[in-house]
């Protein structure tokens, strides 16, 4: 998927070698739950969804880093009319009206937009900056982190416009979201200390410990699911 990655004709711009990766693993994603889930979206406008998903997520966790944007205000700023005085918010609205332009007269976007401010909201439990003042526990960054992943995976199913998702299908997504969040915080132990609050960094028990516990639990619970 990383190889084989081509640019949407209407994006303008550098696409980074980190969003690339990110394309990938969505991408591959996808392509693994075909079984479970059919869209109505096209292979094209799935791969083209993606890109822009990708880019509006880097582009909203920078202007997060930058305090542009906060768990608050992001609702209000990100879906007003009205022109923003920063760049990285003019950038993140042009993505996001691309997402509905691409995947037209979807019933699921409402929800898709409900998803992605929940998966946001989480900044308020993992940002360290805003939370120097208190003592964030390990059991609420991993519930943060979970929520996390869910709400944007989540966020990602209904964007692509699913012809029959259903709750079972709802609570494999959901799962398999939380899982790819403890992954990707495990990677980023170094980068996050010190900066954001996951299960990691809030524990002193060794990091590889935590991670094999979790990923026993989740193989579990979500072939339990899928039976």
């Avoid at 920078?62 to 990285?88: R, W």
């Avoid at 946001?120 to 996390?148: C, F, P, Q, W």
Wanted: aromatic share 12%; with cysteine.
């Amino acid at each position: 998927s990383y190889i084989s990655f081509k640019k949407p004709s209407s994006f303008t711009g550098k696409f980074f070698s980190k969003l690339k990766k990110g394309y990938a693993c969505l991408l591959y994603f996808i392509k693994s739950i075909n079984s479970l889930i059919e869209f109505s979206t096209t292979p094209n406008q799935q791969r083209e969804i993606l890109v822009y998903l990708v880019l509006m997520t880097k582009l909203v966790d920078d202007a997060f880093d930058k305090g542009i944007l906060t768990p608050n205000n992001f609702s209000k700023i990100i879906l007003e009319d009205e022109a923003n005085e920063f760049l990285e918010v003019r950038e993140i609205k042009k993505a996001i009206e691309s997402l509905k332009n691409i995947s037209q007269d979807n019933p699921y976007y409402s929800h898709f937009l409900e998803n992605i401010i929940k998966t946001l909201e989480t900044h308020k439990i993992r940002e360290v900056e805003r939370n120097k003042e208190i003592i964030v526990s390990s059991d609420e960054a991993l519930r943060a982190a979970e929520n996390r992943g869910k709400f944007y995976s989540l966020s990602l199913i209904y964007v692509l416009n699913p012809s029959n998702f259903n709750k079972e299908s709802e609570k494999i997504i959901s799962m398999a979201g939380s899982w790819f969040q403890i992954i990707d915080d495990y990677c980023d132990i170094k980068k996050d200390r010190g900066r954001k609050n996951t299960v990691f960094t809030t524990s002193q028990e060794e990091s590889y410990k935590i991670f094999s516990q979790h990923v026993k639990n989740y193989q579990k619970q979500i072939q339990n699911l899928i039976k």
